[in-house]
């Protein structure tokens, strides 16, 4: 295997990698163990957490005063939010690892291969240090769809990376190319708008001590209207671009797989519309909303 190969490899680990990290903060949000740690970088001031509550410090009852759910030591939720820590530090160093890398292999040529891999490692650090503020903030939401928006920026950057160094591309009409970049804008505004939903249910769970759920779709307002309507434009364009895509066959391929996300999402969204929010539909829909995204972009990076 030569260098590049491996090197491709472990931009792809770091992708996944970086997807994995955006689940795992969604099963955090599933199973309301986002207050599981209630200080931070530490968990009850302790660099490995409690297994039981004899295990809390003295002064536990400063920490638990913090929380918004439990008040009380969860350690299903300080343990699961503690694993979401702890891959978030994981991938840090592996992103770290990545830029000395790409250091080492482009700083002579293809220097912007260097800068993207920089660029990933100063996101997920500002990412970090957001993680921190959405804690003490006690998950105050406008930092929650900050946090959000972030994570789209770092998982795009591999992606672009992989296309920078596989040079192979198809030549592809303007038209096309517009179509690309308007239904990825559509998606990425589809994403935003499910983002302030996401807000809101936050809210409106809090509010009803994160029970009855048959009762969340119902309290949302406008925006949750827009989002779902939107979700039937953004539908009709990626219908349209699978068609446009039929007569070249690596984007016809390629196309199958945005329509594959875009379906996922889709059914996660109308499973948690008629089945009063199932959890496990919450970390689905995050996720096949952001591949969507990733997908895209990646299909417009095909393009020369
Ligand atoms: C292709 C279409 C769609 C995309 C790309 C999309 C994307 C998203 C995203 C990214 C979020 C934020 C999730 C989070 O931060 O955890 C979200 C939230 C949400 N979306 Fe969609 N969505 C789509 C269609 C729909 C549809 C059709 C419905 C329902 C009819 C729907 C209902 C919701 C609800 C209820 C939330 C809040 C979920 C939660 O609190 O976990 N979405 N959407």
Redesign the pocket.
């Known amino acids: 295997m030569n260098s590049t190969t491996s090197y491709l490899r472990y931009t792809r680990f770091v992708l996944i990698m970086v997807l994995l990290v955006i689940v795992a903060g969604?099963v955090v949000?599933?199973t309301q163990s986002g207050m599981g740690c209630p200080d931070w970088p530490t968990c009850f001031g302790r660099w490995i957490p409690p297994v039981n509550a004899s295990q809390l410090p003295p002064d536990f009852e400063k920490y638990l005063r913090k929380q918004d759910i439990d008040h009380t030591f969860n350690v299903y939720h300080t343990w699961i939010e503690y694993m979401n820590r702890l891959l978030g530090a994981l991938l840090g160093v592996f992103i770290f690892i990545h830029t000395i890398w790409s250091f080492r292999k482009f700083r002579n040529n293809n220097r912007s291969v260097f800068y993207i891999s920089l660029l990933m490692l100063l996101a997920v650090g500002f990412q970090g240090w957001l993680g921190k503020k959405v804690v003490d903030a006690n998950l105050a939401t406008l930092k929650?769809t900050a946090h959000?928006i972030v994570a789209l920026v770092i998982v795009v950057l591999p992606v672009l990376i992989i296309s920078k160094i596989k040079a192979s591309k198809v030549i592809a009409g303007r038209s096309l190319k517009a179509l690309t970049v308007t239904t990825l804008v559509l998606?990425l505004v589809?994403?935003i708008?499910?983002?302030r939903?996401?807000e809101?249910?936050?809210e409106i769970a809090s509010g009803l001590n994160y029970g009855q759920r048959n009762l969340w779709?119902g309290k949302?307002g406008q925006d949750?209207l827009i989002?779902?309507s939107?979700?039937a434009i953004?539908?009709a364009a990626?219908v349209f671009l699978f068609i446009r895509s039929r007569s070249i066959p690596i984007l016809a391929r390629h196309s199958r797989v945005i329509l594959f996300f875009?379906l996922c999402?889709?059914a996660?969204?109308?499973a948690?519309?008629f089945m009063n929010?199932p959890a496990v539909?919450?970390?689905l829909?995050?996720l096949?909303?952001?591949l969507?995204?990733i997908s895209l972009f990646s299909y417009r990076l095909k393009m020369k």
């Open positions: 969604a949000r599933m929650v959000m998606v589809q994403i708008l499910g983002t939903v996401r809101q249910i936050d779709i949302l949750f989002h779902r939107f979700a953004v539908a990626c875009m999402s889709f996660a969204g109308l948690m519309f929010i539909a919450q970390p829909h995050l096949s909303g952001v969507l995204a």
